[in-house]
T-cell receptor, first 113, second 115 residues
């Protein structure tokens, strides 16, 4: 069974703080994703990584950066958190063309005050 | 770019009845359409998918239909049960990102099954 874990289920941070959200997958997948989920907007892609140290911007990368130093770990960084980044953040890893499935972690609900 | 619209945003049905969720997409190049189910406190999980060369696919009580001409696809759940209560997302892929499927998701439908 594929397992995708995220470092925190709930996080409360202050405006201007640097925030790290971490994601780990145990299936040796090359491709990993970060999404944010907001009511009425569905899931929107923030960043994508297709290999160690490789990354591509998704649809809403502004205000975020990512790090992929090891294959199993993909981190999302909010350099200076703002209240409009209060959201649910979901990490996913991709099972490859045979399954086409994206496997999601349980999510981190981030509140920026 | 690709845009996926999903309706309705909320749906309430009696246990045992059928539920239908509909999605439309804009990019005619999209060729893969998955449906994800998100239970409370969990991440979304793939429940069924369909490729553009197929018009319908069924897996027990769930089925998906695709109309490429009209650019819409639907999820059908029959004989609904309380455990079907969840948020459902449709998605379409407008292309491939370095070997992985990029997915554009719909807005989600909160399905409630009333006992």
């Amino acid at each position: 069974d594929v397992k995708v874990t995220q470092s925190s289920r709930y996080l409360v941070k202050r405006t201007g703080e640097k925030v790290f959200l971490e994601c780990v997958q145990d299936m040796d997948h090359e491709n990993m994703f970060w999404y944010r989920q907001d009511p009425g907007l569905g899931l929107r892609l923030i960043y994508f990584s297709y290999d160690v140290k490789m990354k591509e911007k998704g649809d809403i990368p502004e205000g975020y950066s990512v790090s992929r130093e090891k294959k199993e770990r993909f981190s999302l960084i909010l350099e200076s958190a703002s209240t409009n980044q209060t959201s649910m953040y979901l990490c996913a890893s991709y099972g490859g063309p045979r399954s086409n499935e994206q496997y999601f972690g349980p999510g981190t609900r981030l509140t920026v005050t | 770019g690709e845009n996926v619209e999903q309706h309705p945003s909320t749906l309430s049905v009696q246990e045992g009845d059928s539920a239908v969720i509909k999605c439309t997409y804009s990019d005619s190049a999209s060729n893969y359409f998955p449906w994800y189910k998100q239970e409370l406190g969990k991440g979304p999980q793939l429940i069924i998918d369909i490729r553009s060369n197929v018009g319908e696919k069924k897996d027990q009580r769930i089925a998906v239909t695709l109309n490429k001409t009209a650019k819409h696809f639907s999820l059908h759940i029959t004989e609904t049960q309380p455990e079907d209560s969840a948020v459902y997302f449709c998605a379409a892929n407008p292309g491939v990102l370095q070997g992985a499927q990029k997915l554009v998701f719909g807005q989600g439908t909160r399905l409630t099954i009333n006992p």
